[in-house]
């Protein structure tokens, strides 16, 4: 986790990947919190190398009708809770000046 007091310092320490890379898919269920934690995103050099943690910016994609109640008090604490089934997909995407890197992560939301 990155706090924006710290982003200047933590940017001007973090490289710029070539890439993001998500590991799978992400499986939600309906009624259930999701920790956005939980989504494995990794960094990578031109080179193919895993490069440190780096600074994301998170979307959800929205649907109509939504999959989610987004409400900013739920999300600032780092998670969603899907009110329905469906398939969406997260898109990460690098914060930090320079060249930018993004990665789209499919999702599903299983019933209860």
């Not at 943690?53 to 899907?82: K, Q």
């Not at 329905?84 to 599903?108: D, K, N, Y």
Request: proline share 9%; aromatic share 8%.
């Amino acid at each position: 986790m990155f706090s924006a007091p710290n982003m200047g310092k933590i940017c001007s320490q973090t490289r710029s990947p070539a890439r993001l890379v998500a590991k799978g898919r992400a499986m939600l269920r309906v009624g259930q919190w999701f920790k956005f934690s939980s989504l494995q995103i990794i960094a990578v050099d031109a080179a193919g190398q895993i490069l440190p943690p780096v600074p994301l910016h998170l979307e959800v994609e929205e649907l109509d009708p939504p999959l989610f109640s987004l409400n900013n008090d739920i999300i600032g604490y780092g998670g969603i809770t899907p009110t329905r089934a469906g398939h969406f997909r997260f898109r990460a995407r690098t914060i930090c000046r320079g060249p930018s890197a993004e990665v789209l992560v499919p999702a599903v939301v299983r019933g209860r």
